[in-house]
T-cell receptor
Framework: EAQVTQNPRYLITVTGKKLTVTCSQN?????MSWYRQDPGLGLRQIYY???????DKGDVPEGYKVSRKEKRNFPLILESPSPNQTSLYFC????????????FGQGTRLTVV | DAKTTQPPSMDCAEGRAANLPCNHS???????VYWYRQIHSQGPQYIIH???NNETNEMASLIITEDRKSSTLILPHATLRDTAVYYC?????????????FGTGTRLKVLA
Protein backbone atom coordinates (compact mmCIF):
# COMPACT_ATOMS: atom_id res chain seq x y z
CA GLU A 1 0.00 0.00 0.00
CA ALA A 2 1.30 3.44 -0.96
CA GLN A 3 1.83 5.44 2.17
CA VAL A 4 3.71 8.10 4.05
CA THR A 5 4.52 7.09 7.61
CA GLN A 6 5.30 9.55 10.36
CA ASN A 7 6.50 8.79 13.85
CA PRO A 8 5.66 9.48 16.54
CA ARG A 9 1.99 10.39 16.20
CA TYR A 10 1.97 12.23 19.50
CA LEU A 11 4.85 13.78 21.42
CA ILE A 12 5.06 15.94 24.51
CA THR A 13 8.49 17.35 25.25
CA VAL A 14 10.18 20.10 27.22
CA THR A 15 11.72 23.29 25.93
CA GLY A 16 15.23 22.82 24.61
CA LYS A 17 15.25 19.02 24.37
CA LYS A 18 16.25 18.01 20.85
CA LEU A 19 13.80 15.81 18.99
CA THR A 20 13.36 14.20 15.61
CA VAL A 21 10.14 13.37 13.81
CA THR A 22 10.64 10.70 11.20
CA CYS A 23 8.94 10.47 7.82
CA SER A 24 9.20 7.62 5.36
CA GLN A 25 7.50 6.97 2.02
CA ASN A 26 7.36 3.79 -0.06
CA UNK A 27 6.49 5.29 -3.45
CA UNK A 28 9.97 6.26 -4.69
CA UNK A 29 8.91 9.90 -4.75
CA UNK A 30 11.54 12.55 -5.39
CA UNK A 31 9.72 15.39 -3.65
CA MET A 32 9.11 15.43 0.09
CA SER A 33 8.06 18.25 2.37
CA TRP A 34 7.07 19.15 5.89
CA TYR A 35 4.12 21.31 6.92
CA ARG A 36 2.85 22.63 10.18
CA GLN A 37 -0.81 23.31 10.82
CA ASP A 38 -2.00 25.83 13.36
CA PRO A 39 -5.57 26.97 14.05
CA GLY A 40 -6.67 29.67 11.63
CA LEU A 41 -3.45 29.51 9.63
CA GLY A 42 -3.91 26.44 7.47
CA LEU A 43 -0.92 24.36 6.39
CA ARG A 44 2.39 26.15 6.03
CA GLN A 45 5.43 24.62 4.44
CA ILE A 46 8.52 24.31 6.64
CA TYR A 47 11.10 22.62 4.40
CA TYR A 48 11.08 20.64 1.22
CA UNK A 49 13.41 18.35 -0.68
CA UNK A 50 13.48 17.73 -4.42
CA UNK A 51 15.78 14.73 -4.17
CA UNK A 52 18.50 13.10 -2.10
CA UNK A 53 20.84 15.69 -0.58
CA UNK A 54 18.72 18.54 -1.99
CA UNK A 55 16.74 20.48 0.61
CA ASP A 56 15.44 24.02 0.82
CA LYS A 57 13.50 26.31 3.10
CA GLY A 58 9.78 26.70 2.86
CA ASP A 59 7.72 29.51 4.34
CA VAL A 60 8.38 28.94 8.04
CA PRO A 61 11.81 27.24 8.42
CA GLU A 62 13.05 28.99 11.57
CA GLY A 63 13.83 26.56 14.37
CA TYR A 64 13.81 23.45 12.16
CA LYS A 65 16.31 21.34 10.28
CA VAL A 66 15.87 18.51 7.82
CA SER A 67 18.03 15.99 6.03
CA ARG A 68 17.57 13.78 2.98
CA LYS A 69 20.24 11.09 2.98
CA GLU A 70 17.97 8.48 1.43
CA LYS A 71 15.16 8.93 -1.03
CA ARG A 72 12.53 7.36 1.21
CA ASN A 73 13.28 9.25 4.45
CA PHE A 74 12.94 12.91 5.34
CA PRO A 75 13.27 13.53 9.09
CA LEU A 76 12.35 16.83 10.72
CA ILE A 77 14.71 17.93 13.47
CA LEU A 78 14.01 20.42 16.21
CA GLU A 79 17.37 21.17 17.81
CA SER A 80 15.97 23.28 20.64
CA PRO A 81 12.17 23.14 20.66
CA SER A 82 10.21 26.08 21.99
CA PRO A 83 6.54 26.37 22.97
CA ASN A 84 5.73 28.25 19.74
CA GLN A 85 6.57 25.05 17.86
CA THR A 86 3.62 23.31 19.45
CA SER A 87 1.66 22.33 16.39
CA LEU A 88 0.35 19.55 14.18
CA TYR A 89 2.98 18.46 11.67
CA PHE A 90 2.50 16.70 8.36
CA CYS A 91 4.98 15.12 6.01
CA UNK A 92 4.07 14.80 2.33
CA UNK A 93 5.60 13.22 -0.76
CA UNK A 94 4.97 13.35 -4.48
CA UNK A 95 6.58 12.95 -7.85
CA UNK A 96 8.27 16.03 -9.27
CA UNK A 97 5.95 16.37 -12.25
CA UNK A 98 3.16 18.91 -12.15
CA UNK A 99 0.29 16.55 -12.75
CA UNK A 100 0.39 14.20 -9.79
CA UNK A 101 -1.01 14.31 -6.32
CA UNK A 102 0.81 14.49 -3.01
CA UNK A 103 0.42 11.90 -0.31
CA PHE A 104 0.31 13.07 3.28
CA GLY A 105 1.24 11.29 6.46
CA GLN A 106 -1.20 10.97 9.34
CA GLY A 107 0.37 13.76 11.31
CA THR A 108 2.41 14.29 14.45
CA ARG A 109 0.90 16.32 17.23
CA LEU A 110 3.76 17.98 19.09
CA THR A 111 3.42 19.80 22.39
CA VAL A 112 6.40 21.69 23.80
CA VAL A 113 6.05 22.73 27.44
CA ASP B 1 1.94 32.98 -5.93
CA ALA B 2 -1.60 32.22 -6.85
CA LYS B 3 -3.89 32.17 -3.85
CA THR B 4 -7.31 30.70 -3.35
CA THR B 5 -10.40 32.01 -1.62
CA GLN B 6 -13.06 29.72 -0.22
CA PRO B 7 -16.12 30.25 1.98
CA PRO B 8 -15.25 29.31 5.55
CA SER B 9 -18.17 26.92 6.02
CA MET B 10 -21.08 25.23 4.28
CA ASP B 11 -23.84 22.81 5.17
CA CYS B 12 -25.29 20.14 2.92
CA ALA B 13 -28.10 17.67 3.43
CA GLU B 14 -27.16 14.02 3.27
CA GLY B 15 -27.79 12.55 -0.17
CA ARG B 16 -27.72 15.93 -1.87
CA ALA B 17 -24.93 17.29 -4.04
CA ALA B 18 -22.38 19.44 -2.25
CA ASN B 19 -21.00 22.26 -4.40
CA LEU B 20 -17.89 23.86 -2.99
CA PRO B 21 -16.69 27.02 -4.74
CA CYS B 22 -13.16 28.36 -5.00
CA ASN B 23 -11.74 31.55 -6.45
CA HIS B 24 -8.20 31.58 -7.84
CA SER B 25 -8.19 34.73 -9.94
CA UNK B 26 -4.38 35.04 -10.12
CA UNK B 27 -3.73 31.51 -11.33
CA UNK B 28 -1.15 31.14 -14.08
CA UNK B 29 -1.64 29.18 -17.25
CA UNK B 30 0.40 26.15 -16.21
CA UNK B 31 -0.80 25.90 -12.61
CA UNK B 32 -3.09 23.08 -11.62
CA VAL B 33 -6.04 23.31 -9.25
CA TYR B 34 -6.08 20.57 -6.63
CA TRP B 35 -8.68 19.66 -4.04
CA TYR B 36 -7.89 17.89 -0.81
CA ARG B 37 -9.93 17.25 2.27
CA GLN B 38 -9.00 16.80 5.89
CA ILE B 39 -11.18 14.79 8.23
CA HIS B 40 -10.67 15.86 11.83
CA SER B 41 -6.89 16.25 12.18
CA GLN B 42 -5.89 13.46 9.86
CA GLY B 43 -3.52 13.98 6.96
CA PRO B 44 -5.05 15.76 3.94
CA GLN B 45 -6.53 13.33 1.44
CA TYR B 46 -6.34 13.91 -2.30
CA ILE B 47 -9.67 14.25 -4.10
CA ILE B 48 -9.16 15.52 -7.64
CA HIS B 49 -7.18 17.97 -9.74
CA UNK B 50 -7.42 19.72 -13.11
CA UNK B 51 -5.82 22.27 -15.38
CA UNK B 52 -8.45 23.51 -17.83
CA ASN B 53 -10.98 20.80 -18.49
CA ASN B 54 -13.63 19.50 -16.16
CA GLU B 55 -12.62 16.32 -14.40
CA THR B 56 -14.51 13.49 -12.75
CA ASN B 57 -13.39 10.53 -10.69
CA GLU B 58 -15.03 8.13 -8.27
CA MET B 59 -15.07 10.70 -5.49
CA ALA B 60 -16.04 13.98 -7.11
CA SER B 61 -16.27 16.24 -10.12
CA LEU B 62 -14.27 19.38 -10.72
CA ILE B 63 -15.67 22.19 -12.81
CA ILE B 64 -13.19 24.88 -13.88
CA THR B 65 -14.45 28.06 -15.50
CA GLU B 66 -13.21 28.89 -18.96
CA ASP B 67 -11.11 31.79 -17.69
CA ARG B 68 -9.73 29.48 -14.96
CA LYS B 69 -10.35 32.08 -12.30
CA SER B 70 -12.65 29.88 -10.29
CA SER B 71 -13.66 26.27 -9.84
CA THR B 72 -16.28 24.17 -8.09
CA LEU B 73 -15.87 20.82 -6.43
CA ILE B 74 -18.99 18.69 -6.61
CA LEU B 75 -19.64 15.76 -4.31
CA PRO B 76 -22.65 14.24 -6.09
CA HIS B 77 -24.29 12.46 -3.17
CA ALA B 78 -22.88 13.72 0.10
CA THR B 79 -22.75 11.36 3.06
CA LEU B 80 -22.05 12.00 6.73
CA ARG B 81 -18.51 10.71 6.14
CA ASP B 82 -17.90 13.61 3.76
CA THR B 83 -17.96 16.04 6.70
CA ALA B 84 -14.48 17.56 6.55
CA VAL B 85 -12.45 20.66 5.72
CA TYR B 86 -12.00 20.95 1.96
CA TYR B 87 -8.97 22.72 0.58
CA CYS B 88 -8.75 24.22 -2.86
CA UNK B 89 -5.07 24.52 -3.73
CA UNK B 90 -3.06 25.88 -6.60
CA UNK B 91 0.04 23.86 -7.28
CA UNK B 92 2.47 26.53 -8.41
CA UNK B 93 5.87 26.07 -9.99
CA UNK B 94 8.06 28.62 -8.30
CA UNK B 95 11.80 28.90 -7.64
CA UNK B 96 12.42 25.72 -9.57
CA UNK B 97 10.04 23.54 -7.63
CA UNK B 98 6.40 22.75 -7.16
CA UNK B 99 4.62 24.12 -4.16
CA UNK B 100 1.14 23.66 -2.75
CA UNK B 101 -0.32 26.93 -1.57
CA PHE B 102 -2.94 26.10 1.02
CA GLY B 103 -5.74 28.42 1.99
CA THR B 104 -7.88 28.02 5.09
CA GLY B 105 -10.42 25.79 3.40
CA THR B 106 -14.19 25.28 3.63
CA ARG B 107 -15.59 23.35 6.56
CA LEU B 108 -18.36 21.21 5.08
CA LYS B 109 -20.91 19.75 7.42
CA VAL B 110 -23.20 17.09 6.00
CA LEU B 111 -26.46 17.01 7.90
CA ALA B 112 -28.58 13.92 8.45
Amino acid sequence: EAQVTQNPRYLITVTGKKLTVTCSQNMNHEYMSWYRQDPGLGLRQIYYSMNVEVTDKGDVPEGYKVSRKEKRNFPLILESPSPNQTSLYFCASSLMTGNTEAFFGQGTRLTVV
Amino acid sequence: DAKTTQPPSMDCAEGRAANLPCNHSTISGNEYVYWYRQIHSQGPQYIIHGLKNNETNEMASLIITEDRKSSTLILPHATLRDTAVYYCIVRAFTSGTYKYIFGTGTRLKVLA
